[in-house]
C-alpha cells in the first residue's frame, strides 16, 4: 500500500495564477483533509470531506476549492494565487479515528 | 472552540536524558487526543493516541496520559536517543469527521 500520496512535490507559482493539488489514498477511508503548515502555527485545516460526495470549510478556507472526486481523491485548488498561501500542504485520510498523512507539497508564491 | 496549547521550544537534551512535553487543551464534549511526529522533510507519523480519559497512549518508549481533570496530554520518554530528534505535535480530534486541532509543535534536538 502507498498510502496517501500528493502531487506535486514542489512548485513555484506567480500572484494570480491557479493550480490544483491533487491527493490519493488507498486504504479505503472515508474522511479526507487539507491542511496547511506555516512556522510556528502547526497544522491548520482548510477543507475536509467526512465522506465521498462531501466536503466542508475548515479554519482556513478562504482563497480555495476542493473536490471530492471519487472515495481515493481528494484535490485542492487555488484559483488565484496569493504570496500569502505560500506554505507547506498536507493531505491526510482517517479512519475512526487516526489521520494518515501525505509527504506534503512545498508551494511558493512570487 | 478547540484549542491546543504546547510547550515552546526549541528543547535540546543530551542523549539519555529525560523528555517531557507539555500539552494542555480546550475543548467541548469528549475528544481524543494524538501525539505526531514529524521529521525533517517528511510528512506527519501518529505517534501514540488516547480515545478516552484515564487512558495511557505508548509507543516506541514514549508515552502520554490522557488527563480530563487538568486537561492536559504530557509526551514524556525516560531515555532519549538522537534519533528521536523531530518536532512533536500535539492535537486533539473532534467533530463528525474527528478534525484535528493541532498545537504549534515542538522542536526537539537531541545531542549526543
Known amino acids: 500500500n502507498a498510502g496517501v500520496t500528493q502531487t506535486p512535490k514542489f512548485q513555484v507559482l506567480k500572484t494570480g495564477q491557479s493550480m490544483t493539488l491533487q491527493c490519493a489514498q488507498d486504504?479505503?477511508?472515508?474522511?479526507m483533509y487539507w491542511y496547511r503548515q506555516d512556522p510556528g502555527m502547526g497544522l491548520r485545516l482548510i477543507y475536509y470531506?467526512?465522506?465521498?460526495?462531501?466536503?466542508d470549510k475548515g479554519e482556513v478556507p478562504n482563497g480555495y476549492n476542493v473536490s471530492r472526486l471519487n472515495k481515493r481523491e481528494f484535490s485542492l485548488r487555488l484559483e488565484s494565487a496569493a504570496p500569502s498561501q505560500t506554505s507547506v500542504y498536507f493531505c491526510?485520510?482517517?479512519?475512526?479515528?487516526?489521520?494518515?498523512f501525505g509527504p506534503g507539497t512545498r508551494l511558493t508564491v512570487l | 472552540g478547540n484549542s491546543v496549547t504546547q510547550m515552546e521550544g526549541p528543547v535540546t537534551l543530551s542523549e539519555e536524558a529525560f523528555l517531557t512535553i507539555n500539552c494542555t487543551y480546550t475543548?467541548?464534549?469528549?475528544?481524543?487526543l494524538f501525539w505526531y511526529v514529524q521529521y525533517p522533510g517528511e510528512g506527519l507519523q501518529l505517534l501514540l493516541k488516547?480515545?478516552?480519559?484515564?487512558d495511557k497512549g505508548s509507543n516506541k518508549g514514549f508515552e502520554a496520559t490522557y488527563r480530563k481533570e487538568t486537561t492536559s496530554f504530557h509526551l514524556e520518554k525516560g531515555s532519549v536517543q538522537v534519533s528521536d530528534s523531530a518536532v512533536y505535535f500535539c492535537a486533539l480530534g473532534s467533530g463528525s469527521a474527528r478534525q484535528l486541532t493541532f498545537g504549534s509543535g515542538t522542536q526537539l534536538t537531541v545531542l549526543p
Open positions: 475543548a467541548t464534549g469528549y475528544p481524543s
Open positions: 470531506s467526512a465522506s465521498e460526495g462531501t466536503t
Open positions: 486504504m479505503n477511508h472515508n474522511s
Open positions: 491526510a485520510s482517517s479512519d475512526r479515528d487516526t489521520q494518515y
Open positions: 488516547a480515545t478516552k480519559a484515564d
